[in-house]
Structures are given as structure tokens and as C-alpha cells.
């Protein structure tokens, strides 16, 4: 397929598969006109590059990690690259979750603050934010701003 199709179906820009080709993770072959023509697997490749981007890889790492793909062979030095990859990732994906989980907290807390009797009648007067109603004393581990 060209470059263009390969593209819409990967879900890219044809500017990011030509970088990706730059940058050896993915190769096209040259039509009779000097086309670049992709394999059906290059959209599978690509979407996994796109995932490992987005799991904070650089391309340097992903150029590393994908001979696996095209040889399922893995060496030693390949194998340990891969986990240590993974591991990194399992910490990212943690550090996400209490992120998620303390928000999760601050909105639980904001919805009831704007519930409660005390707020409603203030809310009577001139208008103001939730954000600026809830006293920072309330919100477990936020502390007031100190100069």
C-alpha cells in the first residue's frame, strides 16, 4: 500500500511515517515510480510504535526493541531490555493510579463540599468557584502555599 493508506490505517500522519522510516522502524519498499509502498504489517508496527511512544520510549529505545518483532529471536541483552521496559512502564502505570486515585479523593470531597447546606447558602451571594470555597485545610495532603 502507499504511504498515504498505510498511513489512514495506522492512525498516523504521513509526516510521522516518514520520520519513522528516517529513524529505521519502519521500511518501505520503492514502487516503479519511486512510491514508497508498505507492507500490511507495517500498520500493526506502526500502531506498537505509536503505543510505545506513548509508554514514554524514545525512538532510540524502540529501535532497539524491535528486531524481536521481526525475528522473534531474543538474546540475553534483548530480553533484559524488553523487562527492563516493562518494569519501567508497571512504575508508570502505578504512579498513574494514585494520580488517579487522589483525584478521584478531591472530587469526592468537592462534590460533597457543594452539597452541603453551608455552601448553597453561599452560593446565594455573589458567585464563586467551588475551587476557591473549599478551605486547603481540608484536602488531605494539600497544604497551604508558604513564602
Keep these: 500500500m502507499r504511504i ?18 528516517e529513524q529505521g522502524l519502519v521500511v518501505a519498499d520503492r514502487g516503479p515510480g519511486g512510491h514508497r509502498q508498505y507492507p500490511d504489517s507495517a500498520v500493526e508496527r506502526v500502531r506498537f510504535i505509536q503505543l510505545l511512544y506513548a509508554a514514554g520510549l524514545s ?19 534483548m530480553a533484559r531490555r524488553l523487562e527492563a521496559e516493562r518494569d519501567r512502564i508497571k512504575a508508570q502505570i502505578g504512579d498513574l493510579t494514585k494520580a488517579h486515585d487522589r483525584l478521584e479523593e478531591l472530587i469526592r470531597l468537592a462534590a460533597a463540599y457543594e452539597d452541603s447546606p453551608a455552601t448553597c447558602e453561599a452560593n446565594e ?9 473549599l478551605p486547603r485545610e481540608r484536602i488531605p495532603g494539600l497544604r497551604p502555599n508558604r513564602r
Excluded at 5 to 13: F, I, P
Excluded at 72 to 77: E, I, K, Q, S, Y
Design 4 to 21: 498515504g493508506q498505510a498511513a489512514e490505517r495506522a492512525g498516523v500522519s504521513v509526516r510521522a511515517l516518514r520520520y519513522y522510516e
Design 125 to 133: 451571594g455573589p458567585a464563586m468557584s467551588s475551587a476557591a470555597r
Design 59 to 77: 525512538s532510540k529505545a524502540i529501535l532497539q526493541i524491535l528486531p524481536f518483532l521481526d525475528t522473534l529471536v531474543a538474546t540475553p541483552r
